[in-house]
């Protein structure tokens, strides 16, 4: 048996820093504390202005990014918050529990505005398309479901024998859906 090693045309990238041995650390701007319990799920708003934190303490927290402070603690859910997703305009937000519940709440006062029931299972993944139309979520009931945003209707299920989905998407121009399973 005769073996060739071949050499790769380029230089193999490195992933543990500076060839010179020093490691560069940054140290935060803020740190957030308040939840009582693990956070499991963090979103920026479009704006960039606040954060929205979801626990295992069931709470939604809005977080002020410049002060590092927290503007309100959002209850509703009475599991953990698994997920959290802003809709492109930065008025919504929508979150994920392990009850399997999506719940929606307005951003300007926390009010919680709706609750989408549809899902057997933890909410993994949420998002909101770009043009603001649709959600879509994923679950540990092993099904994609896709919601109108402006009746928050249910309008489509995907459920083609799935292993377990860990992640939703969408595209940039709204028009396509990619999700991650587990193999």
Same mark, same amino acid.
């Given at each position: 048996?005769?073996?060739?090693e071949?050499?790769?045309?380029?230089?193999?990238?490195?992933?543990?820093?500076p060839?010179?041995?020093?490691?560069?650390?940054?140290?935060?701007?803020?740190?957030?504390? @308040?939840?009582?319990?693990?956070? %499991? *799920?963090?979103? #920026? $708003? !479009?704006? &960039?202005?606040?954060? /929205?934190? =979801?626990?295992? +303490?069931?709470?939604?927290?809005?977080?002020?990014?410049?002060?590092?402070?927290?503007l309100?603690?959002?209850? @509703?859910?009475?599991?953990?918050? %698994? *997920?959290?997703? #802003? $809709? !492109?305009? &930065?008025?919504?937000? /929508?979150? =994920?529990?392990? +009850?399997?519940?999506?719940?929606?709440?307005?951003?300007?006062?926390?009010?919680?505005?709706?609750?989408?029931? @549809?899902?057997a299972?933890?909410?993994?993944s949420?998002d909101? $398309?770009?043009? &603001?139309?649709?959600?879509?979520?994923?679950?540990? +009931?092993?099904?994609?479901?896709?919601w109108?945003?402006?009746?928050?209707?249910?309008?489509?299920?995907i459920?083609e024998?799935?292993?377990?989905i860990?992640?939703?998407?969408? $595209?940039?121009?709204?028009?396509?859906?990619?999700?991650?399973?587990? +193999?």
């Open positions: 048996i005769l073996t060739v071949l050499s790769l045309p380029f230089e193999q990238p490195t992933c543990n820093g060839s010179n041995g020093s490691l560069t650390t940054i140290s935060p701007v803020h740190t957030l504390d @308040g939840h009582t319990d693990k956070v %499991l *799920s963090v979103d #920026f $708003s !479009p704006d &960039g202005d606040l954060v /929205a934190s =979801g626990s295992v +303490d069931n709470t939604l927290r809005l977080w002020r990014v410049v002060q590092g402070s927290l309100r603690t959002m209850r @509703g859910h009475p599991f953990p918050v %698994l *997920s959290t997703k #802003f $809709s !492109p305009n &930065g008025a919504i937000l /929508a979150t =994920g529990s392990t +009850d399997g519940t999506i719940r929606i709440w307005r951003v300007s006062d926390g009010k919680l505005l709706r609750e989408l029931h @549809g899902h299972g933890h909410i993994k949420l909101i $398309s770009n043009d &603001g139309r649709y959600l879509v979520s994923c679950a540990d +009931d092993f099904t994609v479901r896709l109108l945003m402006n009746s928050y209707r249910l309008i489509q299920t459920d024998g799935m292993l377990d860990t992640s939703v998407t969408f $595209s940039p121009d709204s028009k396509a859906i990619a999700w991650s399973e587990i +193999d």
